[in-house]
């Protein structure tokens, strides 16, 4: 089993509060895990690690064995929980331009993902819903052939049907072989069907980790598990 | 508790229970009942699981098991398909209903039944 990401001993603070104690975390190859935990767990600090955008006071991380790194970050397609575009762009122009900045960038890929989400190549960015908006993200990151795909939050604060439509593109994306895809979410109902790994983080720690499908073989599905570790 | 309809296809799914146990089980059910016709297509495995919204992994990992027993059969390039094998289907009929018989067995012994009065009831109830 060859592991994606793993972390020892991950530590990081800021200023005086600390974020991430001593975390051991495994997250294996050519699975969908599932990072779920309160605001405040260290979810998206985590994820900025593994693309090397916040460096670890003490401990390590490394990717496929690697440390984070620039040469590294290419092999990862990663969607921070708060991303901008250029709004003067067309749906077309944007796709465009990723083509030229995003290595691994399969246009016939995203052709597919914007007929699944039903997105209108002519539509200029500014005038797209938030939804829309979110899906097109969503695109630049699953079109690209890379070996590490990082979702921080791509369903929050978007509609139910954008919500859908997002969904069914990260399954769309799984179709042509196993990939490794990080998603970190509060919406575990309309999620948590995708997943075949998760971790549960708690402020600082991990609560549980483990195979989904076991999981539920327990009687609870991945939002009751939720419910009951951080009621 | 979700429902969802794939063209004869009727699988409901539970979020408390594995989910590829239960799209294996409704398929079986469904070829043990006779509701999919013998040789008929099934979804494809994206098709599916863009329904259900649930991993193709998933999916494929219920198809596989489908295959492993003769159930379905997956032809390079058409899809997959369900036996035409009369003999499959009398099989997992069988192993179901043996299945059910076993959970009814011990709900009789929880009772304190043993096999003859169970028998005598079993004779006695009514079937239509």
Redesign the interface.
């Known amino acids: 089993m060859n592991m994606a990401v793993e972390t020892i001993k991950l530590t990081k603070r800021y200023g005086s509060k600390i974020v991430i104690d001593n975390l051991d975390l495994s997250i294996e190859e050519g699975k ?1 895990t599932g990072l779920l935990g309160p605001n405040g767990a260290g979810k998206s600090t985590l994820l900025k690690a593994i693309v090397g955008l916040v460096k670890p006071d003490s401990g390590s991380i490394s990717i496929f064995g690697q440390k984070p790194s620039i040469k590294l970050n290419s092999e990862i397609a990663y969607l921070p929980d708060r991303a901008g575009w250029y709004q003067f762009h067309t749906v077309k122009t944007a796709l465009g331009y990723a083509k030229s900045v995003f290595p691994g960038f399969d246009e016939p890929k995203s052709e597919e993902l914007l007929k699944q989400m039903k997105l209108d190549v002519d539509m200029k960015v500014e005038t797209l819903s938030k939804g829309q908006q979110a899906c097109l993200q969503l695109i630049f990151c699953l079109a690209r052939n890379v070996r590490l795909c990082i979702l921080d939050e791509p369903f929050s604060g978007i509609d139910l049907i954008s919500r ?1 439509r997002i ?2 593109g990260i ?2 994306s ?2 042509d072989g ?1 990939r490794t895809i990080i998603i970190s979410t509060h919406e575990i ?2 999620s ?5 790994k998760v971790v549960f983080l708690e402020e600082v720690h991990i609560k549980l980790a483990g195979d989904a ?2 999981l ?2 327990q ?6 598990v939720y419910r009951r570790l951080y009621r | 508790m979700a429902e969802y309809e794939i063209g004869s296809f009727k699988i409901e799914l539970d979020l408390t229970k594995p989910l590829y146990e239960q799209v294996l089980d409704q398929i079986r059910h469904a070829i043990a009942r006779g509701e999919v016709e013998l040789g008929s297509k099934i979804p494809s495995v994206r098709e599916l699981a863009l329904q259900l919204k649930i991993n193709p992994n998933t999916v494929m990992r219920a198809y596989q098991e489908l295959e492993r027993d003769k159930l379905c059969e997956t032809r390079r390039g058409q899809g997959t398909f369900i036996t035409t094998s009369e003999e499959k289907v009398m099989e997992i009929k069988k192993s179901l209903a043996k299945d059910a018989l076993n959970v009814f067995v011990s709900s009789m012994k929880d009772l304190g039944m043993d096999r003859s009065s169970a028998q005598k009831l079993l004779e006695e109830v009514e079937w239509e």
Not at chain 1, 192 to 196: I, Q, T
Not at chain 1, 219 to 224: A, I, M, V
């Open positions: 969908v859908e969904i069914q399954i769309e799984i179709m196993s109902y309309e948590e069907s995708l997943f075949e499908e076991e539920r073989r009687g609870d599905s991945l939002e009751n």
